[in-house]
């Protein structure tokens, strides 16, 4: 029986949502996209991104309904559109993933023990997928620990922030003279903030009564990030101004320093560990699943395909994963992952939303989903195209190597 283990309801899936947003966002995307979208620029660029990850979620909603199985959009890329579309989606999120992944990792490292990062990102990959091969109850439990302490790290910061002194609400204003493309630009990058969502799509097989489950964990779980990253993004601002904040590497730390409890730096950079192992841990098991299903159609190798007998969790694809993230730890710092990851996974929302397009209308709901999905398509293309040059090249790069795999892949076999 190679069928995974439905254990999972709306708080567990919920709490998965908020393990893989909770994070990045917070502790890393705040400084460049400011420095791309000035102070104001920031806040507008949120609410954007936000938007176009709700049209997401939307159709993802849909879709994991109707295809309760891992996957994502790999799955309804195949069933909805063609193959080649399933296949271009789970290829650039496993990628995309994977160097989130390892840019995760090291920032654990950083985080904790500045001079030996890459030993302790190793350590942290090891750890993670340790928990993760032990179920996915496991993993759920363990979520919810790591996110209780992210939220009382982040409350701090946002007390400390508003009461301690230093806000200044005219710090908020100013597109910075970056203009449409700057927002555009930010927008693209803090998607990569939002894109956790889907986990819960991805973990489609797990999910008890999917069709009730996922359509009220995802939106649930995004409106709570949202919430939580326009307060932050306000009292960071508010507190640092736009120029202190872009060239911050650690902003939250910064926010206390600057509101006079520079005491409290520790503990939000215990606190970003946490959050960040919180995101590796439900990424490695999304990133882990979405391989599962490419393994199940010969995409990938079939002996990836394999699901423990004991854990029912798709172990053997957890492991290769976490093999090639610590090598990537080991070799690389993994420059502009952020924005590599923002590329490739735009794309899969892309076909995602495509994908929901085919569905036709659905009378059970009251927005327009059809509209939706459309704007959800051309917000991701016009995002993705909006990106650092660099970034756009590379996830492009590394999407046309994987179609370029799939076609002779098949030339092979019809051959044969």
């Not at 029986?1 to 998965?16: E, F, H, K, T, Y």
């Not at 120029?243 to 006079?260: C, H, K, Y």
């Not at 439900?282 to 079939?302: E, F, K, Q, Y």
């Not at 195209?385 to 492009?396: C, D, E, N, R, Y």
Request: glycine fraction near 12%; charged fraction near 10%.
């Amino acid at each position: 029986m190679d069928q995974l283990a439905r254990r999972l309801g709306v708080p567990d899936a919920v709490v998965i949502g908020l393990g893989s947003m909770l994070g990045a966002g917070v502790f890393v995307v705040f400084a460049p996209a400011t420095a791309a979208a000035g102070g104001g620029g920031l806040l507008v660029a949120l609410v954007l991104a936000g938007f176009v990850a709700f049209c997401n979620a939307t159709s993802s909603a849909r879709l994991a309904a109707r295809y309760p199985e891992s996957g994502g959009t790999y799955v309804y890329g195949r069933e909805r559109l063609s193959p080649f579309a399933g296949f271009i989606a789970g290829w650039g999120f496993v990628i995309g993933k994977t160097a989130s992944c390892a840019a995760g990792a090291l920032t654990i490292g950083a985080y904790l023990w500045p001079g030996h990062a890459r030993p302790v990102a190793v350590l942290a990959v090891i750890a993670v997928t340790a928990v993760n091969v032990r179920g996915i109850g496991k993993t759920a439990a363990a979520t919810r620990a790591l996110v209780t302490v992210t939220l009382a790290v982040l409350a701090t910061v946002a007390v400390a922030g508003l009461l301690a002194g230093g806000f200044a609400a005219s710090r908020l204003g100013g597109l910075g003279g970056t203009g449409d493309r700057g927002v555009l630009t930010a927008a693209g990058l803090l998607f990569f903030a939002f894109a956790g969502y889907a986990r819960i799509a991805t973990l489609g097989e797990e999910v008890r009564d999917p069709r009730r489950t996922i359509p009220r964990a995802i939106p649930l779980a995004l409106g709570l990030v949202l919430l939580i990253y326009l307060t932050l993004a306000a009292i960071s601002l508010g507190v640092l101004g736009s120029e202190r904040l872009a060239a911050s590497t650690a902003p939250l730390a910064d926010v206390v320093t600057a509101a006079g409890l520079p005491g409290l730096a520790w503990v939000v950079r215990a606190g970003a560990a946490v959050a960040v192992t919180g995101v590796l841990l439900s990424l490695l098991a999304g990133v882990g699943r979405t391989l599962l299903a490419m393994a199940r159609r010969r995409d990938m190798p079939a002996a990836l395909a394999a699901v423990h007998p004991t854990y029912r969790v798709p172990a053997r694809a957890e492991i290769a994963i976490a093999a090639v993230v610590i090598l990537v730890v080991s070799l690389g710092d993994v420059r502009g992952a952020i924005g590599f990851s923002s590329s490739t996974v735009l794309v899969y929302y892309a076909i995602a939303n495509a994908s929901a397009l085919t569905l036709g209308r659905d009378p059970d709901r009251k927005i327009p989903v059809q509209l939706i999905a459309a704007l959800g398509l051309v917000g991701c293309v016009v995002l993705a195209v909006s990106l650092p040059v660099t970034s756009v090249l590379a996830g492009f790069g590394v999407l046309a190597l994987g179609a370029l795999w799939y076609a002779v892949r098949h030339t092979v076999d019809a051959r044969r």
